[in-house]
Every structure is written in C-alpha cells, then in structure tokens.
C-alpha cells in the first residue's frame, strides 16, 4: 500500500527519477523540448504519478519533491538547455507552493534562472492557485517564464479558467482527443479548440498525440506542438539528448 511515509521513505532512499517526454514542432516536425516527468521507481516496478501526487498535494513533501525536480533538472539538462537555441523545458508546479519563495531559491539556486525564458512552469486546469499563487505567476511571466495550463478540456469552462490565469500556453488533455468521432465528423471540441486558436495568441500543445490520424486533425486546426507515443514514449537523459540529435 502506497502512504506518505511510503512515498517520503522512497523518496529519501533516492527512488525517484526523471524522463523527459518530447515536444514536437507539428508544422515543422521536429522536437523542439520536453517535459520533465517524475517517476518511482520501487523493487515491484516503476510508479506513475498518478498514483502517488495526489497523496503528496498541500503536505511538506509537495515542495520537497518539486525542489529536487528543478535540481534534478538542472542537473541533467542545465548544459542542453544552455547550449541550444529555441528549445524549451516543461516542469509540474503544485499550486500550493507557487509565491511562497522557495520556488525562485530553488530555481537561483540551481542555476536554471539563467535560462528562465526556456522555461515553461505548467500548472493543472483544475488546481489553478490562490491569490499568493496568481501573483507569483504573473511575476513569473514579467520575468520571461511562460505559463501553461495543464489537462485542459475544451468546453465553456475552460474560457472561465484562462481568464484568471496568466497562461500563455494551454494543454489539451489526453481524453480529448480519444473523443474524436469515428465518422470522420469534426468532433464538437475541434471546432471549439479551432475558434479560440483563431481568436487569441494562446500556444496549444496536445498531449496523447498516438496517431497519424490525430496528427493530420491537429495539423488541420492550427494547433502548434504535440506529445505522445506516436513521436516518442518518455524517455531518460541520455535516450532524450539521443532523440533530438536526431529529432531536433
């Protein structure tokens, strides 16, 4: 059974490790970054976040294990980063410890500050921060961070969401695009995603991209980078640098 003193014992033993899932350009099909993706890895196998976040949200070991991520980061992709042009590097932020200081400490301390405006600080559409949070992002995008907004489903909802966060990229959520209709109909989604890429200079990123069918859709709407198995499944440091020398 998985607890926080589970999680915390793995995480002092030195259990958790990162892979970076690629970010694909889709107009000039090539990978342009990644996000950084934690894991866990116990004697049984490896552990997903899903099954383990949720249990870490609001509790001292939230920030502990989004500190170490930014050092890890920096750690293993501090020099790519620094060396290459027009790359970016996507990394999970809790809301709850957005504003509270240690966040930028942990980002001077590193030394990724230096590469800031390469970063992108993704937050979840359904745990948009407090007030403390909002004024950290806002700050943040003042800075050169760029903002997105993660798992976001597109629906009258989401409009109410990105009016109070200052995003400038937003995520599709996986689901969405196995919603697509299997009558070759444009699904009702799609004609919604391709008003707002119309209508705003929001960036869109689609995540769970496994299909040149999907991508041929993406492509079709305007949306502008895509992530999932059918360019790359999450791969380790050296496998991703690997990737984009191929790839980049």
Known sequence: MIDSDTIRDGFESGEFFLEYQPIVSLGQARCIGAEALLRWRRPDGV????????LVENTPLSGLITYWVIDQVALELGDWLRRQDGVELHINVPPEILGRGGLEYAAQKSGLSEVRHKLVMEITERGLPDMIGLQALDQAARQGVRI???????????????????AQ??????????????????????EALAVLLKTTQLEVIAEGVETAEQLAMLRSLGVQKGQGYFFSPPLQRDAFLHYFSHHG
């Open 169 to 190: 990229i937003i995520k599709i959520d996986k689901s969405v695009l196995l919603e697509s209709a299997d009558t070759g109909a444009m699904p009702r989604w799609a």
């Open 148 to 166: 997105a907004l993660d798992d976001v489903r597109i629906d009258p909802a989401s409009v109410m969401i990105l009016s109070r966060c200052n």
């Open 47 to 54: 552990v997903l976040p899903d099954e383990f976040i949720p």
